[in-house]
């Protein structure tokens, strides 16, 4: 019937009847005119589709600019509607010349082609299908040359790209909820833009025709209108940019309005809050979560029965004045106005004004009959509509809202419904059967009835049929609201928020996505909502933020909180009846509200970068959130790319997406990117890439090449923008960007037409910024500054930065910082006043602190070799940087994957071929694994292992959590896996400081060498060890440091005994991180002052562990609690301790003891060296000392306590049965060479049977002459462990009672090099291809030790080369020793152990090795116990008064002073040497011993609980000041004080000839020891300190509970206990007691101890009973408690309240002193039951 072809598909979306060539038009005549082109079209003969076909119309062609074309259709004879647009008038000028394009009408049918000159593509092609023109039905097609088509709305586009599979979309305003379909939406918008090809070339289409119709997409391409009326009138833009063609358009339909800057700030809404004081919670819980925050707007609920122009008296009461306490707080308040005005009165009655007034001017929407008001509902019931193309309903309008306003001082108008929306069909009558209610034709629509939820089609309005101008109400509407915000705000632009729209709508108003869901559909389609309202022409755009309907989720809303604060219009809003969503409901300390004040933060700061996008949007039409292919055309993925956006040119936005994914596949296009938050350069460029972002985390990326203007900001843009501003210069691979910045006051109408503002141009190029004011006519805006500039991209480090003010001479600048981790550059407190020009400079020079050794081999390194191993060479003859070093472009190992998820990041790694180039020792592996765990909120692990070959990993257990336990919004670190060269970052978040970057050149991981370096975020480094230092903090001046235990007395740079690889560091902020290196295989590490480190290890694998602290002593927490908390010594093992080397036999030690009671000296533990040892054998007596047992007996009676010796080498060369040896070789527990049963033999101190010892001998010749053959117990096999306490408790049963002890020699220690034979069996084990930089590197490994290839088979029965576990030879030995001592004794005993590895502490203490009698010796020992304590070993010290040369007067009193508070207090020194313990000097010196000895054993119960807190919390008991008061940045470079715990200082006279000591006050309350008075001094003092006087001090604000000292411990805990409360300067102290029997086993674990807690508060010294099992009243009596600083007011009274009594007590005071002491010795006070002091 209508003359066309039939034929059905497979498919039914393609459509079986369509046209053929029989339908159209032709073309009458053309001719030309001064516009361009002119035609009648005559109708070809053919069935009719709809009716009413015009068989003569008229078209006319205009070239209006050389870019934009229109062409229109109109009927000749019979005016037809046409758009009444307000901006877009008729064209009267004459044709453009030089146009970008032809145009071809064909005749027969008619048809029209536009053709690009340029490239002769046709753009827009109607000869594909007919010209259809009828009175209600217009069709036209063209054919499009790309697929890529873009914009038409408003829908729901599931992408910002077209799909062209037959898809219909009807365009016709409608109130409907956005979904999954085709729906007509809210807004009216036909133009389309295309993109033609990679050069960018694009072309747009616009029709402007308000009537209902379809757009159908077919996928030739080709697009089909069906149009209900008006007229055809087509336009079609050309430009060689996507960018320029919505420019284009924009032009044409009237630019964006100019938003007040407040309108950028974040928005909170929804609808039905239901109360004011709901509201106000809202306002004040976002308040109170610091959430950035605007604008608070309310819905119909606000109003009196949903009237516009009310409000409810009774649920928002008080709305004035609480829109009052908004502007106040700097906020704005938007309230909602719909269009349909009620025609009910009042509640009260009265008259409802507004419909009233309305009435009066006539300006409602009429009926059919042009004078009736047509009757609709909405919210307040039965409704009339404003006709807001009426020009009295615009004055009416205008009126309305000011007269509003003199009663609600609101600050933007929120318009809805106003598409316009009814809630019955028609009207109240309904509608008249006529054909436009019911037109031959209707498009694809919502109910497929144009009158559905609207108003009847035959409406009139004064604009014309509502049939024509229903998609123009809206449109109408915002031009009406602009006149009543002129009328209400003059001179101010405010803020218009309208639903629907229609081209142009921009130019007066904001626009929001509508009511959409809660769901993440949603939430990603908004994006391609934005970018197409970006298209239209209405950049202020967004969706409600979480969504309106449906309840939220937390994570959803989380990540709409993300991308929604990038939204150029920010608004959380939701409806009625679901719950509250805005961002403080989810608790103040949630993972949303951190985020969303995070990001809201971000957006806040960059409101002048997006501020200064408006303007361009305003001024040039330029997109604001900009689509990907915009800028980046070139490229074909950024034409489908519409997950992610940008802001104006250079800021790319990458939300998540999806639910429970922290992964986004992203595309990355082609330029350089910095990661917004860090700053760090990213190595992407036009690839895809998987982006993790965590749960709190949204991609921001700024691109190279841009300048983006900041400002601090604030919780209002009101604060905000009095902020200083700055500048963010991402530079690009050419090290130059641009940019600009728009400022005026923010809220003045027509600041840019009438030039009130300051407008500035940036650029960089060659290390040089020019600031450039281009515009300045707004002097406020004067007093701002740009206070700081971030440039990014710097790959050398900047030495100099300059200004020159408008043209000024250039300054010095000296306030900047290069971080090199980022290669940023922040220069700041500089003072750059708007207005002004400037030019910054810097300049950028390779530091020498970035050359990484290249050639750190033992042989020295010269040019030739250096260039033979791939690396670059500069001879220096100052400097100590190495002169060869890696390319710095080094990248030895490509990252092929990474994945991340919520628990940690796995990364898979290849040998990069191009760079093998740079030969390294040992050959590298191929393919590596990275591994990171989160383990926990404050922990986190890094591991790079082979995972194709097994390698030696430590076997050691570590407390770590089986699955991590951290949660993402709770650690206290970010990691990234690097690239380009690989590496590892690890950035604290709350700081955004980088305190691991492995990111450096030089990584390797060869068989036998793997070297990695890191950044370190300061100088201030502590740990490594067992090395001696100069002092607590490493020097970074090109130091590098051995680690391989040794039997090597301490000296600067020589590996000793020990084997700790973990370092503590503080960075500029105060925190602190620990990180400890699992490996136990020799190494070296290098510091150099970049600052950096490089470890350099021959073996095993990479297994860091990180602890974040943020306090120096809750990083040596975390690092404890990992590889186990110290061990808790016996009481007496605090008591001071007497050895040496060298007893001739047991009257030496008696003479030694009689000595120390006689002089009435503490003392409780007693030792003996080898000499008590037949030949200096384990387990045996010398005749010499055949008594010893006898002694030893009889000094444990007396309450004292012995240690013996234990070396582990075991002779095998005995001619009588050694049960040692025997019983070791029954149990196979020796060290033997691999896959063989023989023992690896070596010599140490046992000297052979039935010879003569030749004691004039040097040490080697008597190793030759005398040594016996020994064999070293395997100590990690189960068997050797049985063993060893097996031959431990045969000599404590048969022989000798003994209370601990102390294992020597455990390095192992060998007097030959491996073997007895000094020839090993494995050259590459014990001379591996790098030797690290070792005493006596050159020497081999081997060197006084057993040979590397020799085997020990660990617990689990697996082999291990000597050579990976050498180091952990002591650390194996420990707990063998500390379990076989309380197996045998029953008791906690102690365990000294010369050679440690990190976990060692658990089981044993430790002394500082062979030292000096020398006084450098004393800080060097200070030095030491601080460095054991960061490792875990806390009970530790040196030997005082030194261990080799003979000590004197002067040097011992001072060690005797300083050694008094060393944990392990022990005196001991070499044989040949004269007796230095306290009784052999003098009386005067006896006394000073006594003395400062009897302080000790004073404070022994403060020191005894120091030491049980630790070895329950772990942490630090000799404390470096840095560790209490870490905010001090001097205290990070003491280390000639230490503290007790947090309150016992001590200042020891370190230096001869002194009587005076320089020490440090931290700033705190401080008393003298001795006096007991406040010091009232802080920072440097010199104290006085003559010979007899050590300076001790405690801190205010503690209190310390002590015991009357005794000859030894077990006399003094019978003594009286007593407080010493030192208060601080609020009067308040804390303190605690942990006590026990001092000696079982695990008596805290088994809940056998007394726990009390002290508080002083003011006037009233509380005990609380935090556990009580334990109680020995004799041990426990409270006999005096010292108060000191307790004020200057007399005290007239003390009274104990006890056991339910009071009672009066003695006191003492010394008033002007501030200390009173109370005795209650005659009060019976024990402390097992509480009680309080109080004082009037």
């Known amino acids: 019937m209508r003359g066309c072809c039939w034929k059905p598909w497979n498919n039914s979306i393609i459509p079986w009847c369509f046209f053929v060539d029989n339908h159209g038009y032709n073309v009458g005549q053309l001719t030309a005119t001064s516009t361009g082109l002119e035609a009648t079209l005559n109708r070809i003969s053919s069935p009719t589709l709809f009716g009413n076909d015009i068989t003569r119309v008229l078209f006319t062609t205009q070239n209006q600019t050389a870019n934009r074309f229109r062409f229109k259709i109109t009927d000749p004879n019979n005016k037809r509607y046409e758009v009444p647009h307000q901006f877009v008038k008729e064209f009267t000028g004459t044709a453009a010349s030089n146009t970008l394009y032809d145009v071809q009408v064909i005749n027969n049918p008619f048809s029209i082609k536009v053709i690009r000159k340029s490239n002769g593509r046709i753009l827009f092609d109607t000869s594909i299908g007919p010209l259809v023109y009828s009175d209600q039905y217009l069709q036209i097609s063209t054919k499009l040359p790309s697929e890529y088509m873009y914009g038409i709305g408003e829908h729901i586009h599931k992408r910002f790209r077209h799909d062209l599979n037959w898809k219909t979309w009807p365009i016709f305003t409608r109130d409907q909820l956005p979904g999954d379909n085709n729906n007509n939406l809210y807004g009216h918008h036909t133009f389309f833009m295309c993109i033609e090809d990679e050069t960018g070339k694009s072309f747009g289409v616009f029709l402007m025709n308000s009537n209902a119709m379809e757009i159908f997409i077919q996928p030739t391409p080709v697009v089909t209108y069906r149009v209900t009326g008006g007229i055809l009138d087509f336009y079609i833009f050309l430009g060689d940019t996507p960018e320029q063609v919505v420019q284009q358009y924009q032009e044409l339909i009237g630019r964006p309005a100019m938003p007040a800057y407040w309108s950028l700030g974040f928005q909170l809404s929804r609808w039905n809050y239901k109360s004011l004081d709901v509201v106000k919670e809202v306002v004040k819980r976002n308040r109170d979560a610091g959430i950035p925050f ?79 008001a047509i009757i609709g509902e909405v919210w307040p019931g039965l409704t009339v509509f404003p006709d807001f193309t009426n020009p009295n309903c615009i004055d009416w309008w205008a009126n309305e809202c000011s007269i509003f306003y003199q009663e609600v001082k609101y600050d933007g108008l929120w318009i809805d419904m106003n598409e316009v929306s009814s809630f019955i ?7 008249n059967n006529n054909k436009l209610n019911y037109p031959p034709f209707t498009p694809d629509i919502l109910d497929k009835l144009l009158y559905s939820k609207t108003i009847c089609m035959d409406a009139v309005q004064y604009w014309g049929k509502q049939y024509d101008v229903h998609s123009l109400y809206g449109y109408s509407m915002a031009i009406a609201t602009e006149k009543a915000v002129e009328k209400v705000f003059p001179s101010k632009r405010s803020f218009i928020l309208t639903r629907s729209t229609f081209a142009g709508s921009g130019h007066y108003a904001a626009h929001w996505l509508g009511d959409n869901t809660a769901s993440w559909e949603q939430m990603e389609w908004s994006i391609a909502g934005m970018l197409e309202f970006s298209l239209f022409g209405m950049p202020l755009v967004g969706a409600d933020i979480c969504g309106f309907v449906v309840n939220t989720t937390e994570e959803l809303c989380r990540r709409w909180m993300q991308l929604g604060a990038f939204y150029p219009f920010s608004r959380n809003h939701n409806a009625d009846g679901y719950e509250h969503q805005d961002p403080a409901f989810f608790g103040q300390n949630s993972l949303l509200v951190n985020s969303s004040r995070h990001y809201l933060n971000i957006r806040y700061t960059l409101l002048p970068f997006l501020y200064t996008l408006f303007y361009k949007a305003h001024v040039f039409g330029e997109t604001v959130a900009r689509p990907v292919l915009h800028e980046f055309y070139d490229d074909r993925e950024s034409w489908i790319e519409d997950t992610q956006f940008l802001w104006g040119p250079a800021l790319l936005i990458t939300p998540v997406l999806k639910e429970g994914t922290d992964t986004v596949s992203a595309y990355i296009p082609n330029a350089t990117w910095y990661d917004y938050e860090t700053g760090a350069k990213r190595p992407w460029k036009k690839q895809r890439v998987n982006m993790y972002l965590p749960g709190d985390k949204i991609g921001l990326h700024l691109r190279g090449g841009y300048i983006i203007p900041i400002q601090q900001p604030a919780v209002t843009t009101t604060a905000s923008r009095k902020n200083p501003l700055g500048l963010i210069v991402a530079l690009d691979d050419n090290n130059i960007a641009k940019g600009d910045f728009f400022w005026d006051d923010g809220e003045t109408k027509n600041t840019v037409q009438n030039g009130n503002y300051i407008l500035y141009t940036f650029s960089v190029s060659n290390n040089k910024l020019d600031i450039i004011c281009t515009h300045s006519s707004y002097q406020e805006g004067t007093t701002l500054a740009f206070e700081t500039i971030k440039i990014l991209g710097l790959i050398d480090s900047v030495t100099q930065v300059t200004v020159v003010e408008n043209n000024q001479p250039m300054k010095n600048h000296y306030n900047f910082t290069y971080t090199a981790s980022n290669q940023s550059l922040l220069i700041y407190n500089l003072k750059l006043n708007l207005g002004g020009n400037f030019t910054v400079q810097w300049n950028q020079n390779f530091s020498e602190n970035e050359k990484f050794n290249c050639y750190p081999d033992a042989d020295t390194a010269t040019k030739e070799k250096c260039e033979a191993r791939g690396c670059l060479w500069e001879t220096s003859f100052s400097s100590k940087a190495p002169e060869c070093y890696f390319p710095r472009q080094s990248n030895p190992y490509l990252v092929r ?26 050959e590298p592996i191929s393919t590596l694994r ?3 765990k989160y383990h926990k909120n404050d922990m986190l692990q890094f591991k790079i292992y082979d995972p194709q070959t097994k390698r030696y990993e430590v076997p050691i257990p570590l407390n770590i959590p089986d699955v991590p336990t951290s949660t993402y919004e709770n650690r206290l670190y970010d990691v990234e896996i690097r690239e380009n060269p690989f590496g590892i970052q690890v950035r604290r978040r709350s700081t955004g400081r980088v305190i691991w970057d492995s990111q450096l050149p030089g990584f390797a991981f060869n068989d036998q060498f793997i070297q990695i370096s890191t950044r370190l975020p300061s100088e201030y480094i502590y740990g490594f060890g067992e090395v001696e230092h100069t002092a607590f903090k490493r020097d970074l001046n090109w130091n590098t440091w051995g680690m391989f235990t040794r039997d090597q007395p301490p000296g600067y740079k020589l590996n000793s005994y020990g084997f700790h690889p973990y370092y503590m560091a503080l960075e500029d902020e105060g925190y602190a991180h620990g990180v400890l290196l699992l490996n136990s295989n020799a190494m070296d590490v290098t510091f150099q002052p970049t600052p950096a480190l490089t470890y350099r290890v021959i073996g095993g694998i990479l297994d860091f562990y990180m602890f974040l602290g943020p306090t120096p002593e809750v990083a040596t927490k975390q690092y404890h609690e990992v590889i186990g908390r110290p061990v808790m010594p016996p009481y007496w093992a605090l008591g001071f301790q007497i050895c040496r080397y060298g007893y001739r036999n047991t009257s030496q030690v008696q003479q030694v003891y009689d000595e120390m009671v006689a002089a009435q000296i503490p003392y409780d533990v007693q030792y003996t060296d080898i000499d008590y040892m037949e030949r200096q054998l384990d387990f045996t007596i010398d005749e010499n000392f055949r008594d010893l047992p006898a002694f030893v007996d009889k000094i444990r009676q007396e309450g004292m306590r012995y240690i013996i010796i234990l070396d582990p080498a075991i002779s095998g060369n005995e001619t009588k049965y050694y049960s040692a040896f025997e019983r070791g070789q029954e149990k196979d527990v020796f060290v033997k060479w691999p896959n063989t049963n023989d023992i690896c033999w070596a010599k140490v101190w046992p000297d052979l049977p039935n010879i ?6 040097t040490e080697d010749e008597a190793v030759n002459a005398s040594r016996a053959h020994v064999a070293f117990p395997d100590f990690f096999r189960n068997s050797t462990a049985e063993w060893w306490a097996t031959e431990i408790i045969d000599f404590y049963n048969n022989q000798m009672k003994f209370d601990g002890l102390w294992i020597d020699m455990n390095e192992p220690s060998s007097f030959v090099h491996g073997t007895v034979s000094n020839q090993c069996r494995n050259t590459e084990l014990n001379y591996p291809p790098y030797l690290p930089e070792l005493t006596k590197r050159t020497s081999g490994l081997h060197f006084r030790t057993m040979c590397m290839e020799t085997e020990q088979i660990l617990s689990d029965g697996s082999s291990v080369l000597h050579y990976n576990v050498h180091n952990l030879y002591g650390w194996s030995q420990m707990k063998p020793s500390y379990d076989a001592l309380q197996k045998t004794t029953g008791k906690r005993g102690i365990v000294i152990s010369r050679s440690t590895y990190p976990s060692g502490g658990r089981w044993g203490g430790h002394w500082l090795g062979d030292n000096y009698a020398k006084w450098d010796n004393l800080d060097k020992s200070i030095i030491g116990m601080m460095e054991f304590s960061l490792f875990g070993i806390s009970y530790t010290g040196a030997d005082i008064c030194g261990f080799f040369n003979n000590s004197e007067y002067e040097l011992c009193a001072r060690w005797m002073q300083l050694g008094a508070f060393y944990p392990y207090s022990r005196n001991h020194n070499i044989a040949n040497t004269r007796r230095q313990d306290p009784a052999s000097w003098n009386s005067t010196f006896s006394e000073m011993s006594r003395n400062i000895l009897n302080i000790r054993y004073t404070l022994l119960p403060y020191f005894y609980t120091q030491m049980h807190e630790i070895h329950v919390n772990g942490g630090t008991v000799i404390r470096p000041l840095l560790h209490e008061f870490f905010n001090d940045r001097i205290t990070w470079d003491i280390f000639k004080q230490f503290l007790w715990g947090p309150a016992f200082m001590v200042t020891p006279v370190l230096e001869p000839h002194a009587n005076t000591v320089q020490g440090y006050v931290p700033d705190a309350r401080w008393f003298d020891y001795h006096t007991g008075q406040d010091i009232g001094v802080k920072g440097f003092v010199l104290f006085n300190a003559p010979l007899n006087t050590i300076n001790l001090h405690v801190r205010g604000g503690h209190i310390l509970p002590c015991q009357e000292p005794a000859q030894n411990t077990f006399h003094s805990r019978q003594n009286y206990m007593k ?37 002083l508060n003011n006037n009233t010294l509380t005990s609380t009973i935090l556990q009580n099992g334990y109680i020995n009243k004799d041990e426990m009596r409270l006999g005096f408690i010292i108060i000191w600083g307790k004020g200057k007011t007399p005290v007239t009274g003390v009274n104990l309240i006890y056991n339910g009594n009071t009672e009066a007590v003695k006191f003492i005071q010394e008033a002007d002193k501030e200390i009173l002491n109370i005795d209650l010795t005659v009060n019976n006070v024990t402390l097992d039951e509480p009680f309080q002091i109080i004082w009037s």
């Open 294 to 372: 605007d604008t608070q707007v309310t819905d119909v609920d606000y109003m009196e029965a949903k009237k516009d122009f009310t409000y409810d008296k009774v649920a928002f009461q008080g709305l004035p004045e609480f829109v009052q306490d908004l502007h106040d707080h700097g906020q704005k308040y938007v309230i909602i106005l719909d269009p349909a005005i009620s025609i009910d009165k009042l509640a009260n009655g009265a008259a409802y004004e507004t419909y009233d007034r309305g009435n009066a001017k006539n300006v409602w929407v009429n009926d059919s009959d042009g004078t009736t």
């Open 425 to 431: 069909q028609g009207s109240q009558k309904g509608c």
């Open 1619 to 1655: 407080l010493i409360v030192a208060a601080d300067v609020n009067q308040r102290a804390q303190g605690s007691l942990f006590w026990d029997d001092g000696e079982s086993i695990d008596s805290y674990e088994r809940g056998f101890y007394f726990s009390a807690q002290f508080n």
């Open 1252 to 1257: 003569t010892i030749d004691e004039s001998l």
């Open 930 to 932: 990275v591994e990171v």
């Open 897 to 922: 994957s990474t994945q991340y998820s919520s628990m940690g990041i796995t990364t898979d790694l290849q040998l990069n071929p191009t760079s093998a180039r740079i030969k390294l020792p040992s």
